[in-house]
């Protein structure tokens, strides 16, 4: 069984920047894709960012895309998202998910494994 924990999450002003750490345990690391998806109050769970299970391919959604950085550390079993120039809108509670198999997908429904969540604040 994949156990996710997120950690990283907390207050930061608009323009700064945040690093959000998924530890992943129970699997094995090299066999798996991880995602960051986000959700805040009122609206639907949507894709952050994913990478694929070798590192060497990687998506983002359009709206973090030139801002946030995914990358992994097999050596580690950790996935990070390098959030910058954070905006206001970015404040969203921010999930780690995980699935076998190879691609970089982005849909909820194909994730198997899910963290608890860490929110992130961004004050204007």
């Known amino acids: 069984q994949v156990q996710l924990v997120e950690s990283g999450g907390g207050l930061v002003q608009a323009g700064g920047s945040r690093r959000l750490t998924c530890t992943v345990s129970g699997g094995t690391f090299n066999s798996i894709a991880v995602a960051w998806f986000r959700q805040a109050p009122g609206t639907e769970r949507r894709i952050a960012a994913v990478?694929?299970?070798?590192?060497?391919?990687?998506f983002y959604g359009d709206s973090v895309k030139g801002r946030f950085t995914i990358s992994r550390d097999d050596a580690k079993s950790t996935v990070y998202l390098q959030m910058n120039s954070l905006k206001p809108e970015d404040t969203a509670v921010y999930y780690c998910a995980a699935r076998e198999g190879w691609g970089v997908l982005t849909e909820t429904s194909r994730y198997k494994f899910w963290g608890q969540g860490t929110q992130v604040t961004v004050s204007s």
């Open positions: 990478i694929d299970r070798s590192g060497g391919s990687s």
